[in-house]
């Protein structure tokens, strides 16, 4: 199985910073990495799908990169309500799905 | 507006078995594949199991696999998770997902598209 792993686990940051989540994949995926964004009580969110395309809808302060086993997902200029839950999920191996375990932004 | 409504957790035994259901609306929903993932109280996101536009297709977790069985209905727009011989890890808050799939381009594109908003299992003595 493939196994995502997801640093750092918790982050402070302060609104306006710029944040940089990271994935890594315990084998090759290409681009096969989707990001979501859950708040709590919420379902998660589709925010980036296949590395770095962005979702309809989802602000530009968003991106994702990265390719094979290393990716990220960065915020260029934390918003209020940026503070969530954000996990990794590849989609590269057939029908079985994995996420990493969340990274928890949190207001410093 | 798509809407997935999932129905049916409760309170369970270890051992037990329960059927939860999901209601799609507001898109055509055999024409997709659908999800079911769990997230367990505090925890992270796990994929439990995956069934084709036809109800062909079936796929699982292996944490669930040989007890727990995914069905739809078409006619009634609906998706179920039969759960059988439950235990103390199954408890969790079930949600169930579209899959968005398309082949079209130089890579194929797959994500959890439209997510319900949960129904909870807690499976305790």
């Known amino acids: 199985d493939i196994q995502m792993t997801q640093s750092p686990s918790s982050l402070s940051a302060s609104v306006g910073d710029r944040v940089t989540i990271t994935c890594r994949a315990s084998?090759?995926?290409?681009?096969?990495l989707n990001w979501y964004q859950q708040k709590p009580g919420k379902a998660p969110k589709l925010l980036i799908y296949?590395?770095?395309s962005l979702q309809s809808g989802v602000p530009s302060r968003f991106s994702g990169s990265g390719s094979g086993t290393d990716f990220t997902l960065t915020i260029s200029s934390l918003q209020p309500e940026d503070f969530a839950t954000y996990y990794c999920q590849q989609s590269y191996s057939t029908h079985m799905y994995t996420f990493g375990q969340g990274t928890k932004l949190e207001i410093k | 507006e798509v809407q997935l409504v999932e129905s049916g957790g409760v309170v369970v035994q270890p051992g037990g078995s329960l059927r939860l259901s999901c209601a799609a609306s507001g898109f055509t929903f055999d024409d997709y594949a659908m999800h079911w993932v769990r997230q367990a109280p505090g925890k992270g996101l796990e994929w439990v199991s995956l069934i084709s536009w036809d109800g062909g297709s079936t796929y699982y977790a292996d944490s669930v696999k040989g007890r727990f069985t995914i069905s739809r209905d078409n006619s009634k727009n609906s998706l179920y998770l039969q759960m059988n011989s439950l235990r103390a890890e199954d408890t969790a808050l079930y949600y169930c997902?579209?899959?968005?799939?398309?082949?079209?381009?130089?890579?194929?594109?797959?994500?959890?598209?439209?997510w319900g908003q949960g129904t909870l299992v807690t499976v305790s003595s």
């Open positions: 296949a590395a770095s």
């Open positions: 997902a579209s899959n968005y799939y398309d082949s079209s381009g130089y890579q194929v594109i797959e994500y959890f598209q439209h």
């Open positions: 084998q090759s995926i290409s681009s096969y």
